[in-house]
């Protein structure tokens, strides 16, 4: 894919999608905070539902904490790995309140350290909550970039750095959302709708399958 194909590749998804947002429900910083920790390897919707009951009555780092273990567990337990993903929040809560004033800081290096944040944790609350473009690669964003030859890497962060790079400017905020739900609804594992792809034209995958059939 060449800078003006990756030009036209945004450029039709942001016709078809002007304001994408995260599937992801949260009213807060700290709720999107929480619900990324809570989504490694678990659904947006299977999430959802957990978090409308857990916010309901703890959606504070305070709050969070006072549930306890037990507490928390039981709000939170139809989620995958949501033993560790309890620890990990409760321990998340405490660090908050006792270094930055029960806020979500806005640095990566402080996100990061936090229990359970890893870097696409962090990219995904610097991108959603305060607007700064980066780029969170799930297994959606690794598979797009890869398949339509967008930004092509073997690991995450190599996905990651070469979108960063390839991405115009004018697209950037945006593009992580647009790639994820492309991969969700579209660009699908198994079986890609590329008979419904607005894309496909700007795809490696793509131009070579309609060249195959032609």
């Given at each position: 894919?060449?800078?003006?194909?990756?030009?036209?590749?945004?450029?039709?998804?942001?016709?078809?999608?002007?304001?994408?947002?995260?599937?992801?429900?949260?009213?807060?910083?700290?709720?999107?905070?929480?619900?990324?920790?809570?989504?490694?390897?678990?659904?947006?919707?299977?999430?959802?539902k957990a978090t409308r009951?857990?916010?309901?009555?703890?959606?504070?780092?305070?709050?969070?904490?006072?549930?306890?273990?037990?507490?928390?567990?039981?709000?939170?337990?139809?989620?995958?790995?949501?033993?560790?993903?309890?620890?990990?929040?409760?321990?998340?809560?405490?660090?908050?309140?006792?270094?930055?004033?029960?806020?979500?800081?806005?640095?990566?290096?402080?996100?990061?350290?936090?229990?359970?944040?890893?870097?696409?944790?962090a990219n995904v609350v610097?991108?959603?909550?305060?607007?700064?473009?980066?780029?969170?690669?799930?297994?959606?964003?690794?598979?797009v970039s890869n398949r339509?030859?967008?930004?092509?890497?073997?690991?995450?962060?190599?996905?990651?750095?070469?979108?960063?790079?390839?991405?115009?400017?004018?697209?950037?905020?945006?593009?992580?959302?647009?790639?994820?739900?492309?991969?969700?609804?579209?660009?699908?594992?198994?079986?890609?709708?590329?008979?419904?792809?607005?894309?496909?034209?700007?795809?490696?995958?793509?131009?070579?399958?309609?060249?195959?059939?032609?």
């Amino acid at each position: 894919m060449n800078a003006a194909q990756v030009d036209r590749f945004f450029a039709t998804l942001q016709r078809a999608n002007p304001a994408p947002q995260t599937e992801l429900e949260f009213s807060s910083v700290f709720e999107l905070l929480t619900a990324v920790l809570l989504s490694a390897q678990a659904t947006d919707v299977g999430v959802n539902k957990a978090t409308r009951r857990l916010f309901a009555v703890a959606n504070t780092p305070a709050q969070i904490l006072a549930l306890g273990i037990a507490g928390l567990e039981s709000h939170i337990k139809t989620i995958g790995l949501y033993r560790s993903k309890a620890k990990h929040l409760l321990q998340t809560c405490q660090i908050l309140i006792e270094q930055h004033g029960g806020e979500v800081p806005r640095s990566r290096a402080a996100l990061e350290a936090l229990p359970g944040v890893g870097r696409k944790t962090a990219n995904v609350v610097l991108n959603v909550a305060f607007g700064e473009p980066t780029m969170a690669v799930d297994t959606h964003i690794f598979r797009v970039s890869n398949r339509t030859g967008l930004a092509p890497g073997k690991t995450p962060l190599a996905v990651e750095l070469g979108l960063l790079q390839r991405v115009p400017a004018a697209y950037l905020v945006d593009a992580h959302h647009w790639l994820i739900l492309h991969g969700r609804y579209v660009c699908q594992a198994r079986k890609p709708l590329c008979n419904v792809c607005a894309v496909i034209d700007e795809c490696d995958d793509g131009r070579r399958l309609k060249s195959a059939s032609a």
